[in-house]
């Protein structure tokens, strides 16, 4: 909790507990969370804090790089502490996110971006959709 203190602190922003409350959820969690999903998971600890500042908080966390926000194509957008280049697969009926940490194929795809466009990239986000695992046994049934 200190260590996150001194992260938020880093990056000149006033600690306050929902904050730090919302930034430790999300450092905790592989799951990608929503908005939503982070708001009703600190609803006990934080029964005052509201949406609305849930969402002001990611902002403020995203313009300062401490998380990445992923825009999955549904309503709401999805929230990631791990800042680094990486890519995601969604689960199109559950929609559980995974995350997929290094593509072999990734290289090869912006040297072809590139020479098609002729852009200088400067970075890229890729996101698969599909099935998972426990969703395809679930339709055997
Ligand atoms: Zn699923
Ligand atoms: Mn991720």
Redesign the pocket.
């Given at each position: 909790m200190l260590e996150l203190t001194a992260i938020l602190k880093e990056h000149g922003l006033k600690v306050t507990p929902q904050r730090l409350s919302i930034f430790k959820m999300l450092r905790s969690t592989h799951i990608h969370p929503s908005a939503e999903t982070i708001y009703k998971a600190l609803q006990a600890e934080h029964p005052t804090m509201s949406l609305a500042t849930v969402y002001k908080t990611l902002d403020t966390f995203v313009q300062h790089g401490l998380v990445q926000q992923l825009n999955l194509g549904e309503d709401s957008y999805r929230y990631d502490a791990d800042t680094s280049k990486h890519s995601h697969v969604q689960?199109?009926?559950?929609?559980?996110v995974i995350d997929l940490p290094s593509l072999n194929q990734v290289p090869a795809l912006r040297n072809e971006v590139q020479s098609t466009t002729g852009f200088i990239l400067s970075h890229e986000q890729l996101y698969f959709y599909g099935?998972?695992?426990?969703?395809?046994e679930?339709g055997q049934n």
């Open positions: 689960c199109t009926k559950c929609k559980s099935l998972c695992p426990t969703c395809q679930e």
